[in-house]
């Protein structure tokens, strides 16, 4: 199919662990920490770049089973580290995938090596683009020098939103509901044709980079 007239639908993705202590095994009731919204970033990097392809992905189950995006006790609903990467990844939806071309370390664990950054990018409509990274490696920072070709990066603003824990089981509890939340990303140089960002440990990161507003009152 090399017209690509056939698409591709994945279906229940993610994470699948032993269940919670105490809770009914057929259930699969999960706790979910900072290693699932890391798992969720990869997926979601894995389907941006074969989108010509992929249309359509689905998590295996979204409240109390499995890596789930929601769980529930009684009346209480708590928020998981991996619904925090649906939220900071929707920017990308309806836009247009950019291409990228990168080299990054090598992330270490077990006698098993992977890239330890992974980067995906988007520009959506109105001409905002969105970059997402996600440093797996649970050790150590990653300094990240993005390359901007043929577009200038001196009249725009750029922001940024992190999800990040300091241990890797980190997660979300009825009594501690905002352990793990995204917080505003700052670590970020931003030059002529060139984006600098230092990620932290285990992170999650969303850039958006817009025109600059003062900049395009003073060309008008």
């Not at 950019?98 to 950054?117: D, M």
């Not at 990653?142 to 750029?158: N, P, T």
Request: proline content about 5%.
């Amino acid at each position: 199919d090399p017209e690509k007239r056939v698409g591709l639908i994945v279906d229940e993705w993610g994470t699948w662990y032993d269940v919670e202590p105490g809770t009914n095994p057929g259930f699969l009731y999960q706790q979910n920490t900072i290693r699932d919204a890391l798992v969720a970033a990869l997926h979601f990097h894995i389907f941006h770049n074969h989108c010509d392809r992929v249309r359509m992905a689905n998590i295996a189950q979204t409240v109390n089973v499995l890596q789930a995006v929601i769980l529930t006790r009684g009346e209480q609903m708590i928020l998981t580290p991996t619904y925090h990467v649906f939220d900071m990844y929707k920017v990308h939806q309806d836009a247009e995938l950019l291409a990228i071309e990168s080299s990054c370390a090598e992330y270490e664990h077990r006698g098993e090596t992977l890239p330890q950054v992974s980067i995906t990018a988007s520009k959506n409509g109105e001409g905002t683009v969105h970059i997402s990274l996600c440093n797996i490696d649970h050790r150590n920072e990653a300094v990240v020098d993005l390359e901007f070709r043929g577009d200038s990066l001196a009249r725009k603003q750029v922001f940024g939103t992190m999800l990040t824990a300091n241990e890797m089981n980190a997660h979300n509890t009825f009594e501690k509901p905002d352990a793990v939340k995204p917080e505003p990303f700052r670590q970020i140089e931003l030059g002529q044709h060139t984006l600098m960002a230092k990620l932290p440990p285990m992170s999650v990161v969303t850039l958006a980079i817009v025109e600059n507003k003062a900049a395009l009152i003073e060309r008008q």
